[in-house]
Structures are given as C-alpha cells and as structure tokens.
C-alpha cells in the first residue's frame, strides 16, 4: 500500500490486506518516540485529513499544559510500513501533531519544526537538502542499576560478552573494537538483520555496517543519505528497530553517549549538502583544498560560529559531555579542516573531481544519538543558512591534530572549546538563538531550555560514587 495517499482507497486497501491495527507514531520534543494503536475497525477517512482524537498532550515532556491537552494527531500516508516486530498485523504511520479545536499545528511537535526548516531552506533559494548520520550505538547483554534507592547509594553495571573485563570468548581491548572479525565481533548478525528489517520492511536504505572502535559491544550502521525531514523520520525508525531486534535476542541497545568509562562514546556526525537546479551546491573543482565552494565555506561559518550553541540541542544530555572530553575520538574544539577527525567540521575528500561531485558535504561531528534528530538537522540547517545570509566566513582550515596543539597555539589560530558541560551549553544556546527564530518559535526555544535545565539540576544535586573516591577523606 506504499504510494497511496486518497484515504478511502488506503483504507480499504490495508483491510484487504488484512491488517488489524495501525500503530501511529510521534515523537516528544526530547526526541524519544511515543506512539498510540487504532483499531481498523475505527479507523475513517476523516482521520487523515483533521487527525485522530486521542492524544493527551500534557502527558508527553515537552508539549502543553494539563488545561490545553486535547490535540490530535495526523498520519502521514506517506511513512506507511508494515511493523515485522507485533504479533497481530500492524502497519505503522509517523504522524504530525495538532492541537485541538481547529488549534492548527502544534508548535512545539519536533516535525513541524523539522518542516518548517525544509521550507524556510527553500525561501532562502535552494530546492532540497541531503542528511546523511553516521549513528553509533551500544548493544549489551545486560544492564542493571538501581538509583531508587539513591538516599543510600545508587550503582550501574554492564554485563557484554565482548567486554575488556569479561572472562569468556575472545574480549575486545579497550579502544580496539574496530574492524574485529567473527568471532570476536559477536553481533555481525544482528547488525545484517537490523539493515534486512530497516530495508525490507521499512524502505530504508542501508549501505554498510560494522563494529565501532569501544569495546563491549559498540556498532554502526550507516543509512543511505536522504532528504531532511525522511532522513529524520529514518533515524526514529533506525533506534526503533534496533532496539527491537536487541529485545527480540535477548539482549539491550542503548544510544546513551557514553555508557562505558575509558572508552570511546557514542556519536552521530551528520553529513549535509544543499541542491539548486539539480546541482550540489557545495562542489567547486577550481576550490584546490577540498573542493568545496563559497557557499560550502559560508554554511561551514555558520556551524563554526554557533557551535556552541547548538551543542545545546545535538548534545542534550548530561551524558554528552562525558563524551565531548579530549582522547577518545569525540570534537572538542571549534574548527575546520579536510580529513582532520580532530575538527568538529569536516569536509571528506575520500574521492576527487567532477565524477564525485555529488557527495561533496559537510560533517558535523558534534552531535551524538541521544539527540532529536528533527531539532538537530533544523537547527544545523538554520546555522548553514545563517552562515550564507550573513557571508561567515570560517577562517582558515586547520590541518593539525589540534588535541596535540599548545593553549598559545590555539589561541593564536582562533580555536575556541566546545562546552564542557550541559550547563554551559544551555547558557551558550540562551545567549546566541537568533538564528534559529525563523523556525524555532520562543515557545520552543524556551520550553527546551527549561528541560535542559531540568535535567542539568537532577544529577548535578546528587552525590556521585568517583566523588566518595575523591573527596570521603577530606
């Protein structure tokens, strides 16, 4: 039924496919994916056009208050897909969030904003855009933790066959995780199924997976690039079935940052381009450095110059800055360059010339996967873009391993540190929003701010086990 879009021939073509339920998904401002099941038997017309009545949206973080609660939510057609993961005959639509009573679209439902980026990336003069994250995750055989009983003392731990601290198979050393063969890399298996599930069910390409540098367990699979607001229902739809297939083996996946102390975290740097006329408007073959053009150069200021800010929204958590810390692969200073995986912006130069002009794209190492990624790729976008309007202009390139360089050095070539803590990127995003207005509307922007904070103050108020270590003998 993929392609279908008249309500009515929709209907009765999945009832004549048998399908028994349709599972419609959302997804809360922090980005985790939330869902309700309707009946066949209840499904209408009506419902595509005006939206389901169900949803209560003073219980989802991030949405309304209890006394403006009635919203709706509006599948989309188009994101149709067959759920292989229930035992009764689902499919499943992303939805679009309303509010109630002829409200109109909700504001601060993640995908509109999304959308709205997409659009306002038109206004400025340009068709389309490209999204292409590389996302890295953790799978474990078990964790246990308990931090209900946090008066008294609070613990985690992590049990992975593949673990520098196992005992059985063939474990995998810190930081040694990369490339391993079977049988030390357990979960080849389960990475081939994931991509099968990811394509066959759900129309999503994949072009390569593998096991990541972290011991115990860390993966990649890497999706074909697409669109801004596909490539984010995609990445909904990737944590979604990853962790499904985890639970379906027995085991547990986790797109927390950094899980594992001493050992590389997990991120998610995003590829983008922007398209005119059919053209990537980041290539430029006269450019002798990496081939990338004045246009390429301006969207690059435009991260450079509000990266701190956006670590904001693509770093949210606490958990992030564990990740952004100097020796374990994660950006931590504010620069560019060709190849240097040291810089927060790189442009790949893996191939060369005309015949590759179509993957010419800027990455943004910065982010990490426990971000949303509908907030995350407007909020770059808005960065590019403001870059162009304003003709920001990214510096020179820097071609060092900038964790090797001296404070003086660094000074001297303008490199300024990512915020070391979600404090400081909460700060750092209060005080340098503009750009993201056009999109972000103040009820989002402050909204957001107050979970940051929310979420800075419940762990900064609670003791630590390391500060017992540090501090009991004082």
């Avoid at 150069?297 to 990266?307: D, K, N, P, T």
Wanted: aromatic share 12%.
């Amino acid at each position: 039924m993929t392609g279908i879009t008249d309500p009515k021939v929709l209907i009765e073509g999945l009832k004549g496919e048998g399908v028994e339920f349709i599972d419609l998904q959302f997804t809360d401002l922090p980005g985790k994916l939330q869902h309700i099941t309707i009946s066949m038997d209840y499904v209408a017309e009506e419902h595509f056009t005006e939206g389901v009545p169900k949803l209560d949206g003073s219980s989802i973080r991030g949405f309304v208050e209890i006394f403006e609660s009635d919203m709706l939510l509006r599948p989309d057609p188009t994101t149709l897909s067959r759920d292989p993961y229930r035992e009764h005959t689902t499919v499943r639509m992303i939805s679009d969030v309303y509010r109630g009573y002829g409200g109109g679209r909700f504001s601060r439902d993640p995908r509109w904003i999304a959308q709205k980026a997409q659009m306002y990336l038109v206004e400025q003069g340009f068709d389309l855009s490209y999204w292409g994250p590389e996302i890295e995750f953790f799978v474990f055989d078990r964790v246990r933790w308990d931090v209900s009983t946090s008066f008294k003392g609070s613990y985690y731990e992590i049990i992975s066959k593949e673990a520098a601290w196992g005992t059985e198979g063939y474990p995998i050393r810190f930081k040694e995780g990369y490339y391993p063969v079977p049988p030390q890399d357990t979960l080849m298996d389960f990475r081939s199924e994931c991509s099968k599930v990811l394509g066959k069910y759900f129309g999503i390409k994949t072009d390569a997976h593998h096991h990541e540098v972290a011991t115990a367990g860390q993966c990649e699979i890497d999706m074909r690039y697409d669109t801004l607001i596909r490539m984010a229902d995609n990445v909904m739809t990737y944590k979604y079935v990853v962790r499904s297939e985890a639970v379906k083996r027995g085991m547990v996946a986790t797109f927390m940052p950094k899980p594992i102390f001493m050992d590389n975290a997990s991120g998610m740097h995003v590829h983008s381009s922007l398209w005119k006329d059919g053209k990537n408007a980041f290539f430029d073959a006269n450019d002798k450095y990496a081939e990338l053009s004045q246009i390429g150069r301006y969207y690059v200021g435009g991260l450079l110059e509000h990266s701190r800010a956006l670590a904001g929204i693509v770093c949210p958590t606490t958990n992030s800055y564990r990740r952004l810390v100097p020796g374990y692969e994660a950006p931590v200073f504010i620069a560019w360059s060709k190849s240097n995986r040291s810089a927060n912006v790189r442009i790949p130069v893996y191939q060369k010339g005309a015949a590759s002009s179509k993957s010419k794209r800027v990455e943004f190492r910065t982010p990490d996967p426990s971000c949303n990624p509908y907030l995350t790729f407007a909020a770059m976008l808005m960065a590019g873009l403001d870059g162009i309007k304003r003709k920001i202009d990214p510096g020179d390139p820097v071609d060092d391993n900038i964790y090797l360089l001296s404070p003086e050095r660094k000074r001297e070539l303008g490199i300024k540190q990512l915020p070391t803590s979600l404090l400081e990127a909460t700060q750092a995003l209060e005080s340098d929003c503009e750009f993201l207005r056009p999109v972000f509307t103040n009820d989002v922007i402050e909204t957001w701010i107050e979970l940051l904070r929310k979420q800075n103050l419940e762990v900064s108020m609670r003791p630590h086990p390391h500060e017992f270590y540090l501090y009991f003998d004082v």
